[in-house]
């Protein structure tokens, strides 16, 4: 089993910053894709940002310029450097994963348990 813990939501003034951290743990030999998606109250699930495992990114329009994905490979962590942080930036944000447990050669996606981020105006 592999588990995605994330940390760093919280509540911030608009135009404030924050940073995610999502670590993955449990049955891994290797970590495809990792990224954040968010879903704001009565709206669908979207992407935010994603990184292959190597190194290609891929971000939502709407937070091109202030968002930054990375990754440590070593730590089998992806983060989230948020600026420039707007009320509509205010979601649940959710990290996920395409992992390979054992070697297979083929993954699994999983998703952490969500945190908050809120952006006061």
């Known amino acids: 089993q592999v588990q995605l813990v994330e940390s760093g939501g919280g509540l911030v003034q608009a135009g404030g910053s924050l940073r995610l951290s999502c670590e993955a743990s449990g049955s891994i030999f290797s970590i495809d894709a990792m990224g954040w998606y968010r879903q704001a109250p009565g709206k669908r699930r979207e992407l935010v940002a994603r990184m292959a495992s190597g190194g290609s990114t891929n971000y939502a329009d709407s937070i091109k310029g202030r968002f930054t994905i990375s990754r440590d490979n070593a730590k089998n962590t992806v983060y989230l450097q948020m600026n420039s942080l707007k009320p509509e930036d205010t979601a649940v944000y959710y990290c996920?994963?395409?992992?390979?447990?054992?070697?297979?050669?083929?993954?699994?996606?999983?998703w952490g348990q969500g945190t908050q981020v809120t952006v006061s105006s």
């Open positions: 996920n994963a395409d992992v390979d447990p054992a070697g297979w050669r083929s993954t699994l996606n999983y």
